[in-house]
């Protein structure tokens, strides 16, 4: 069955009392029984509930894989993939990743006695002189939050393998229909669902995806046991949004290219960051393990100054500045100071996130629109 036919279909049957075409919200937090132990599947909605059901299996067969797990955010997802460690075992990171998991790698689970070493991942070589027989995990943004940078899946799978650690891929900013993971070797998917795969701004929420039977056992036993399960209500949205993915990312897709080629010609602009152009440092990579290279994008001032980007920011009238990314309308950010605050100055300096830099989700409106919203903005 193909991406498209799989993203309106997979997971999901007609309701078996009214046939009803849409998945129902079961809007209920346990199910009466026939006798002790005599259920239907579901008992407790913490551990079982059908909308998220419908939803689970829908991810993991738009991710190729063959067990989904929701959770009530992003963070939670990650939270539970982290759980697998204990205090002694090592993580191998990408220094160029969201704020807020660096934040959690550091300020809680560090406590715990793991370790963690955030490293450039854009070379193979450069990983493996940190893994060793403690390292358990290694984790890769791919694209990298908000730097862009691509990651070999490939290579970083067989490093894993060589150790005999998991990889995990945090596929946000790709999106299962533009890269699977999985096929490439990853043990874990994890998503923030709140941005592509919900798409409309109106959920938080995470996932994560894999195919071994004994893995998927500990995440299911993880996520029932400390409950951080998103509603059916929100489920149920993220199952509506994801009927339109395929759609949805290829106008990303369009609109990213048009908006990242006149970023390029803009004599204010320093640097553009979006894997699509040529000149991107792993373009190549890039290619071979993505169907396209998405709607997000960064790129610094020539005046590299906070001063000179917040000023740029504020003029923006269709852009809207936010924080989270992937939904239909177009957002911009500042990383330095919002999504990537929490990491130190001298440590997001190292990784590319200077004063200036600001970083674009660029959503489905007419690009000529949104091209002639930049233009006025760094005029």
Not at 13 to 26: F, K, L, Q, R, S
Not at 88 to 98: C, I, K, P, R
Not at 152 to 160: P, V
Not at 267 to 281: D, E, F, M
Request: aromatic share 8%; glycine share 8%.
């Amino acid at each position: 069955m193909k991406f498209a036919t799989k993203a309106i279909h997979a997971g999901q049957e007609p309701d078996p009392t009214t046939g009803a075409i849409m998945t129902p919200i079961y809007q209920t937090s346990t199910y009466v029984q026939a006798g002790p132990g005599k259920h239907k599947g579901f008992e407790y909605s913490r551990t079982h509930n059908p909308t998220r059901k419908a939803l689970e299996n829908n991810l993991a067969s738009i991710e190729d894989g063959k067990y989904g797990l929701c959770f009530g955010s992003g963070m939670a997802a990650t939270d539970c993939i982290v759980k697998l460690l204990k205090p002694g075992d090592e993580v191998v990171s990408t220094n160029d990743l969201y704020g807020g998991t660096y934040r959690m790698f550091t300020k809680i689970f560090a406590n715990y006695g793991i370790k963690f070493h955030f490293i450039p991942m854009a070379k193979p070589g450069d990983v493996e002189k940190y893994v060793n027989k403690n390292t358990k995990l290694i984790w890769v943004e791919t694209p990298t939050n908000p730097m862009l940078n691509i990651i070999d899946i490939k290579a970083m799978a067989r490093i894993a393998k060589k150790a005999k650690a998991l990889l995990a891929v945090d596929n946000t900013f790709a999106s299962p229909y533009l890269q699977q993971p999985l096929n490439l070797g990853a043990d874990i998917v994890m998503h923030s669902v709140t941005k592509y795969l919900g798409g409309h701004s109106d959920v938080v929420m995470g996932a994560i995806v894999c195919k071994d039977d004994k893995l998927a056992e500990q995440l299911y036993f993880i996520q029932n046991s400390c409950g951080a399960v998103p509603s059916p209500h929100d489920c149920f949205l993220v199952l509506r949004g994801i009927k339109t993915l395929h759609i949805r990312m290829e106008r990303h897709c369009e609109n990213g290219e048009k908006v990242a080629r006149y970023l390029v010609s803009n004599s204010k602009v320093a640097n553009v960051y979006w894997p699509g152009l040529p000149t991107h440092s792993n373009h190549e990579i890039a290619k071979a393990q993505m169907k396209g290279f998405g709607g997000m994008m960064s790129f610094t001032l020539k005046d590299d100054k906070m001063a000179t980007a917040h000023k740029v920011l504020s003029k923006f009238k269709v852009f809207s500045l936010a924080e989270s990314l992937g939904g239909v309308e177009s957002l911009c950010g500042h990383p330095a100071s919002m999504t990537h605050a929490s990491i130190p100055k001298e440590e997001r300096m190292k990784t590319g996130v200077t004063d200036s830099l600001i970083r674009l989700s660029v959503g489905i409106e007419d690009a000529d629109d949104l091209i002639e919203d930049l233009k006025q903005a760094l005029a």
